[in-house]
């Protein structure tokens, strides 16, 4: 028995944690645009970096996950309303617009993607609509049958997802290692700090943030302190190492790759015709388990308004359907907005937001939250034995 549940803890750290990673790779991930926005530009130290923020982002989830699991809840809602006590709702509020704004940036760049990779699997162009129309349909299909099948199509995707990426590296290896130790260092913090390599570390684990509604979504399926461990460290390995590797390949071919808006695609191209076909699938992976993620956490978290309702509307099933549907059209307009402004500009303002919003209040508040929460927990358990 003891196995079994051991397995079973196993099995759910493994499915929030690959949550955690295809939530996080999605278009700009597999293009390569993010890790030259964030990391590639600033040199030597852009190789180490992206290790340090998947470290802060999963530190701040695996707080997330811990106060969430102990105070049993199950949506990013309710998440807020207890974390900051008084001031939840303000905070709700504010969350609310970010994650809103996100959702549309994410899963716009996302399914605009899509028609892309599958033009590059089928072998013939689609067209923008096209790809968006089909790219929908597999979205709404995943996302409308609630959270075992998102965290499960998660967990799977992931897995091929990750074999893609360790096929790309170590087939570029030796040209990876010859041209890394021409790349230049630039100081940590310099020349000014906003324009510092430290800092664009972490705006990227800031702009990661702003989708910790998805994470919390799925965050409730843990159990107890070592299902929440395992999970925080499954996190930071898939993206912190996945995200590393991606960075390594991209900066061979340093410095042209910084006027190259889709990096990971030209090194694709100077490889053999199988890895296009590999290539198109990861990043078909990838952006449809972003897609899938966003839209069904927000589709959620709008479903609980009907409750009781008579009809149709009563049923939670339904309300998650329509609220999918409202979501898919909603990120229509944002697909036509290209993916290199949406991570240059949109990822950026949010990441700067969520700093404040998020990893900050949470690194600062919940370790002292959890240990209160964990005290009260032990003085009941003690009350209840020595009755």
């Given amino acids: 028995m003891n196995e079994k549940a051991k397995s079973l803890g196993i099995l759910l750290a493994f499915e929030v944690g690959a949550l955690a990673f295809t939530t996080h790779v999605g278009g700009g991930f597999a293009l390569g645009t993010q890790e030259v ?17 998947m470290a802060l982002l999963s530190t701040v989830l695996y707080f997330a996950w811990e ?7 199950s949506d990013y809602k309710d998440f807020f309303e207890k974390f900051f006590g008084r001031f939840g709702k303000v905070f709700m509020v504010l969350y609310d617009i970010v994650f809103s704004c996100m959702v549309v940036l994410a899963a716009g760049a996302a399914l605009a993607g899509m028609s892309s990779a599958l033009g590059g699997l089928l072998g013939f162009k689609i067209s923008l609509y096209l790809g968006y129309l089909i790219a929908a349909v597999i979205v709404y299909l995943i996302a409308s049958l609630g959270l075992k099948v998102v965290l499960a199509s998660s967990a799977w995707m992931s897995i091929g997802i990750i074999g893609v990426i360790i096929l790309l590296i170590a087939f570029r290896l030796p040209q990876i290692g010859s041209n890394l130790v021409n790349i230049p260092y630039k100081p940590l913090f310099g020349p000014t700090f906003f ?12 702009f ?45 071919n340093y410095p042209a790759v910084l006027k190259d808006v889709t990096p990971t695609i030209t090194i694709v191209n100077q490889m053999p015709s199988i890895f296009t076909y590999l290539y198109c ?4 992976l990838a952006l449809i388990t972003t897609a899938v993620s966003v839209i069904y956490s927000s589709a959620k978290r709008w479903t609980r308004y009907g409750a009781g309702a008579k009809g ?21 307009v944002i697909s036509n907005v290209g993916i290199v402004k949406i991570i240059k500009y949109g ?19 919940a370790p002292a939250k959890i240990a209160r929460k964990n005290r009260q927990l032990g003085e009941n358990k003690s009350q209840q034995v020595a009755q």
């Fill in 347 to 365: 990822y950026g303002f949010f990441g700067y937001v969520a700093i404040v919003l998020l990893i900050l209040p949470i690194l600062i508040l």
């Fill in 195 to 206: 324009t510092s390599p430290f800092l664009s570390m972490l705006v990227y684990a800031g």
């Fill in 37 to 53: 926005q964030y990391f590639v530009k600033f040199g030597k130290l852009g190789l180490y970096l992206p290790l340090i923020s």
């Fill in 281 to 284: 699938l990861m990043l078909l």
């Fill in 312 to 332: 149709q509307w009563g049923d939670e099933k339904f309300r998650l359907r329509i609220w999918v549907l409202i979501w898919l059209v909603a990120t229509y």
């Fill in 208 to 252: 990661q943030s702003t989708l910790i509604g998805s994470y919390i979504n799925g965050g409730s399926i843990l159990k107890t302190h070592k299902d929440t461990i395992g999970a925080g460290i499954i996190s930071f390995l898939l993206s912190g190492i996945m995200l590393t590797f991606m960075v390594w390949t991209i900066s061979e």
């Fill in 67 to 73: 106060f969430q699991r102990l105070y049993g809840i």
